[in-house]
Nanobody, 123 residues
Framework: QVQLVESGGGLVQAGGSLRLSCTASGRTLSSSAGGWFRQAPGKERELIAAISWSGGSTYYADSVKGRFTSSRDNAKDTVYLQMNSLKPEDTAVYYC????????????????WGKGTLVIVSS
């Protein structure tokens, strides 16, 4: 059974940093693109970052561009999201997913999802 498990969330002050990890079990991540979504209270889930299977291409939503960086280590079946200069509006549950990479839309055809990790940014 395939599982994606996110970790690294927590409480951080505005301007701080966190690094989220998403590790797969039951299958290898090396052939899949990975994406990071977030859902804030009362809002829809949105894609904020995606990375191709090789790590050679990345996509970012305008809201996080220049602050967040996605990377991956296929040997560890893990995708990362480095979040810098965090703002209170970044507060959300962050989910990782696997799928297909697109330079235009980031990630599509998502097949597996993690259960999420909570990030709270205090002002």
């Amino acid at each position: 059974q395939v599982q994606l498990v996110e970790s690294g969330g927590g409480l951080v002050q505005a301007g701080g940093s966190l690094r989220l990890s998403c590790t797969a079990s039951g299958r290898t991540l090396s052939s899949s693109a990975g994406g990071w979504f977030r859902q804030a209270p009362g809002k829809e889930r949105e894609l904020i970052a995606a990375i191709s299977w090789s790590g050679g291409s990345t996509y970012y939503a305008d809201s996080v561009k220049g602050r967040f960086t996605s990377s991956r280590d296929n040997a560890k079946d893990t995708v990362y999201l480095q979040m810098n200069s965090l703002k209170p509006e970044d507060t959300a549950v962050y989910y990782c997913a696997t799928g297909y990479y697109s330079d235009y839309s980031g990630l599509y055809g998502m097949d597996y999802w993690g259960k999420g990790t909570l990030v709270i940014v205090s002002s």
